[in-house]
């Protein structure tokens, strides 16, 4: 019980941090109406309404809720219906920088992430997750070496599966350097650029959970690696043993558990990241290079 209310008080004391680490907005960017009425309003209006109405222009200032809104409107009862121009087709950019290298790194990303779903996929077709530690060889184990020796193409569809890991990883990554060097983080991408480090986070948890799927030499090491820093943390170290490896030492249930993760937790949370990340991007455009 004392844990879990540590782990709240901690997630309460990030939450301050980030949020005062946010950047302030400049004064030389327009702010709507609706934000200077709360600021000036002496009067008549609750704390409730002070705060909802702050927090709608903040976020209308970042990502044109109401534009939208009213271009979404407008749509409906329109005859011919398409699509919301882009932030580079609606300001007229010039748009050849965007086939800069470096600015290929996130769709490469997310290519990547195609490929490896689509690759694991198939690779679950004929995937054991039993790692029971008695038998020799483990299910898993098994598993593994019928799709790598017998599988038709199996080792083929296995090693996309690998290299697509190895390739989104570093592409991932490069995107981060690019956009931290360049400055594109910065207001208002702000939120945008915490959804990214989550992505990246993620991403290599994604990598840890699939290393682990094998369950041979190399997978029990990087297991007794990672249970060992699980049990390390401050006051929740056996909570997240349990959470993450389904105990607070290795057994046949780790595999099931990474096998959970990987293949049904894991792959909704980072969609769900990916679709934020990329809406964002269609409104505010991406950061042209100074």
């Known amino acids: ?25 400049r004064d030389d960017i327009p702010r709507k109406d609706i934000l200077r009425a709360v600021e ?12 909802f109405l702050w927090a709608f222009s903040w976020l209308d200032t970042r990502f044109r809720i109401q534009d939208y809104w009213g271009m979404s409107r407008d749509a409906y009862h329109s005859m011919h219906r398409q699509m919301p121009l882009t932030h580079a087709e609606k300001y007229k950019l010039r748009i050849i920088w965007y086939w800069y290298p470096l600015y290929c790194l996130g769709g490469i990303s997310f290519l990547a992430f195609i490929i490896l779903v689509i690759s694991g ?7 054991v997750p ?6 020799d060889p483990t299910p898993a184990y098994a598993s593994m070496e019928f799709i790598m020796v017998e599988l038709p193409f199996g080792y083929i569809m296995r090693s996309i599966h690998h290299w697509g890991t190895h ?8 995107h981060m350097c690019r956009v931290y060097f360049t ?6 991408r702000e939120l945008n650029w915490l959804i990214g480090v989550s992505l990246m986070f993620f991403t290599i948890f994604f990598g840890y959970s699939g290393y682990l799927l094998p369950w041979d030499s190399l997978a029990f090491g990087a297991a007794t690696i990672g249970i060992n820093m699980a049990n390390s943390t401050p006051l929740i170290g056996d909570w997240m043993s349990a959470l993450l490896f389904g105990d607070t030492v290795l057994s046949g249930q780790t595999v099931v558990r990474m096998y959970f993760l990987h ?11 990916i679709l ?3 809406f964002i991007v269609w409104v505010q455009g991406i950061a042209e290079p100074h």
């Not at 293949?263 to 990241?273: D, G, R």
């Open 1 to 25: 019980m004392i844990q879990f209310w540590f782990l709240w008080i901690f997630i309460a004391i990030v939450i301050v941090i980030v949020a005062f680490t946010l950047r302030q907005e």
């Open 40 to 51: 000036t309003s002496s009067g008549g209006m609750g704390l409730a309404e002070k705060s």
């Open 121 to 127: 996929t198939i690779l679950g077709f004929y995937y």
């Open 130 to 135: 039993g790692g029971d530690l008695s038998s």
């Open 167 to 174: 390739f989104m990883v570093a592409s991932v990554f490069l």
């Open 183 to 188: 400055g594109a983080y910065r207001n208002p």
């Open 263 to 273: 293949v049904f937790v894991l792959p909704v949370i980072v969609t769900a990241l």
């Open 276 to 278: 934020a990340h990329l």
